[in-house]
């Protein structure tokens, strides 16, 4: 007999484990979480590289329904990151819930069961009435096409595949890539390399961090009173404030570039080497990178910044389009990840045997993030257009989790029929999220993750946590439609 779930999650990072946290929480016994990998964490499981940690805020980056770690520093490092996660997946018994080496190979919905058929890549199968995706937006690494790879003698790898067996002490090493996942590994290998070569390909605005330990006195404190919640409410407001700083022109927008620029003039005495790692594009249109020790790495001796554009990789090296040979014994690509398709690695089929490859052949959208027309019963955690710059993505799953519980409520209601948001509400939303985000930095004229080569934004939301909460706040049941049941000559059939 195919295994049967009421719902079944795809993926164990933070949204598919804080969903099945909520689901729990409101009595719900049928779930499973289907991880394709053998061990919980996600993004925290899979990035070990030198540096690994969260540019939120600690106090501010947990759930706030789940006991509060009492974290060590100002910013988590990962691997203190991924024993909390273990801890909160020991504390609400998750485990038996949690299917590990399950990877998704396809869903499909059946119109005339009303459920969902799932097979996984190894040939599993079971089913399930409703499907929530949380397989996220940052996991499927993206290593750029140079010609000549194959003859490269050295080793290689991407910094979501670090290879920690290779050693990098005295080594002659090359950074492909210079954003959030290479400033944090930069300075860590800068100390040990022999040489690091980093490969820019566009600069980036970096802020001051400002992390530190927290004292014994502070932690005694936030394991017991009010300060650890006024802390976070703290870094909340915070990061809500910035919000304003990317809409170009806006002094909120100003205040960050001078306090950028003044950190790199604090950082950086080399003032060639300071023109070269200053940007010219809106503040904000590429994610901002929150550093102490970056900058300073660069200003090494032993660290050289190529800005010239990438050729091909050769038997010895990077060779660069000014014909300049740079002899390295190992790349790391910290090239980022394949962010545009959320498709997962599964093959999703809705009504009418349509794809969801096919519903999005122009561009990834869904309602709020989480509804794809033709598709019932099925919701998205972290989908299109849910990622912020400003703040913790935590905080938009929470709202995420509470809509999806909704709309599960309102499934049980109507005798378990399937919901399907309708084109015409998803329609709106999207005409009315592009026009938002049009007037945002992201809109500006950068290369990044958010958005496609023609320009189009689809990872980013366009407004604040705040604007988020109140848009799903209430599942507005004239946004969807209650799936008929197919007549019953069909069901003969
Ligand atoms: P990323 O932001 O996409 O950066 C990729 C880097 O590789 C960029 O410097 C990019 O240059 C460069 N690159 C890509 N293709 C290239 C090519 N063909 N030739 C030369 N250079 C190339 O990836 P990431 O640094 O892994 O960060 C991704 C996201 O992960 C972040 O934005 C953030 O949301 C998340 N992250 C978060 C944390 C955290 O603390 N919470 C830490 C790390 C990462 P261009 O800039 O020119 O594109």
Redesign the pocket.
């Known amino acids: 007999m195919t295994p049967h779930f009421k719902i079944a999650i795809v993926g164990a990072g933070f949204a598919g484990l804080g969903m099945a946290i909520r689901l729990k929480a409101q009595g719900e016994t049928s779930f499973v979480v289907l991880e394709k990998a053998g061990r919980v964490g996600g993004t925290w499981r899979d ?1 070990t590289y030198p540096g ?5 805020q600690s106090h501010l980056y947990w759930f706030s329904f789940d006991a509060q770690p009492n974290w060590s520093r100002i910013y988590p490092l990962q691997p203190e990151i991924l024993a909390n996660i273990d801890a909160m997946v020991a504390r609400h018994d998750l485990l038996p819930n949690i299917r590990l080496n399950a990877e998704l190979g396809s869903a499909a919905w059946d119109e005339r069961d009303s459920v969902w058929r799932l097979q996984l890549r190894d040939g599993r199968m079971l089913e399930a009435n409703i499907v929530i995706t949380a397989w996220g937006q ?1 996991n499927r690494p ?1 290593i ?1 096409d140079f010609s000549g790879v194959a003859n490269f003698a050295g080793a290689w790898f991407h ?1 979501a595949q670090w290879n920690h067996a290779v050693q990098l002490q005295g080594k002659r090493v090359a950074s ?7 400033a ?1 590994f930069i300075p860590e290998i800068a100390e040990v390399a022999g040489h690091l070569t980093v ?4 600069p ?1 605005y970096i802020v001051p961090r400002q992390d530190r330990a927290y004292t014994e006195e502070e932690l005694a404190q936030f394991a017991t009173g009010p300060a650890r919640a006024e802390s976070r409410e703290l870094y909340y407001q915070e990061h809500e404030g910035w919000f304003p700083a990317f809409y170009p022109g806006t002094e909120r927008a100003a205040e960050f570039e001078a306090l950028a620029r003044a950190h790199l003039e604090e950082q950086v005495a080399d003032p060639v080497l300071r023109e070269r790692l200053w940007p010219r594009y809106p503040l904000g249109c ?2 901002l990178i929150i550093s102490d020790d970056f900058l300073p790495a660069m200003a090494r001796p032993n660290v050289t910044l190529v800005t010239e ?2 050729e091909c990789i050769e038997e010895k090296g990077v060779r660069t389009k000014d014909g300049m040979l740079h002899d390295v014994d190992v790349i790391v690509y ?4 394949d962010t545009l398709q959320f498709l997962g690695a599964g093959d999703i089929t809705g009504r009418g045997g349509r794809s969801l490859r096919q519903a999005w052949h122009a561009a990834p959208r869904a309602y709020l993030g989480m509804n794809i027309a033709g598709f019932p019963n099925l919701f998205m955690l972290y989908g299109p257009n849910t990622n912020l710059g400003h703040n913790s993505i935590l905080l938009m799953l929470e709202c995420q989790f509470e809509y999806i519980l909704q709309a599960v409520n309102a499934i049980d209601q109507h005798d378990g029929r399937p919901l399907d948001v309708r084109s015409d509400a998803l329609a709106t939303f999207n005409r009315r999220l592009q026009n938002d985000l049009q007037a945002t930095a992201w809109a500006g004229s950068c ?3 958010y958005k496609t080569a023609d320009n189009l934004i689809t990872n980013n939301w366009s407004g604040s946590v705040e604007d988020y909460r109140a848009r799903t706040s209430q599942l507005d049941l004239n946004d969807y439609e209650f799936v008929e049941a197919p007549p019953q000559t069909a069901r003969a059939g």
């Open positions: 990035n690994a940690a969260c540019d939120v940052l993206s750029p910094s492909i890539g210079n954003g959030p996942s290479a944090q490969f820019q390909r566009s980036n590429k994610r554009h990438i910290g090239t980022g990840f290369i990044s993750w």
